[in-house]
């Protein structure tokens, strides 16, 4: 069974940081593509950053403020993120797949996490 776990999520103020890890545990010997996603309330799940075959990917609402990075453990991620908007509050989800076909789409992830808060509010 695979699973998905993430952690890192709070409240901060506008212009501060988080940081979220994520670790996927599942089949042993599996390789794992992950992926950040974030919702809010309402709306459509949204891309957030992944590694696409080597090269990190981010939303353009994003981009240039968040920074995906690989864990020292197989399949763990961080995100970190600067310069936190308002408009950033979101629940934000951690997902995994084999071998997703679009890295952008949430339909192309499997497996997924049960989500973190992160609140920018002043």
């Known amino acids: 069974q695979v699973q998905v776990v993430e952690s890192g999520g709070g409240l901060v103020r506008p212009g501060d940081s988080l940081r979220l890890s994520c670790a996927v545990s599942g089949r042993t010997g599996s390789r794992y593509f992950m992926a950040w996603f974030r919702q809010i309330s309402g709306k459509e799940r949204e891309f957030v950053a992944a590694?696409?075959?080597?090269?990190?990917r981010y939303g353009p609402s994003v981009k240039g403020r968040f920074t995906i990075s690989r864990g020292d453990a197989i399949n763990t991620v961080q995100l970190q993120m600067n310069s936190l908007r308002p408009e950033d509050t979101a629940v934000y989800y951690c997902a995994g797949d084999e071998r997703p076909y679009e890295y952008y789409s949430h339909n192309s992830y499997e497996y997924w996490g049960q989500g973190t808060q992160g609140t920018v509010s002043s």
């Open positions: 590694f696409n075959w080597g090269v990190d």
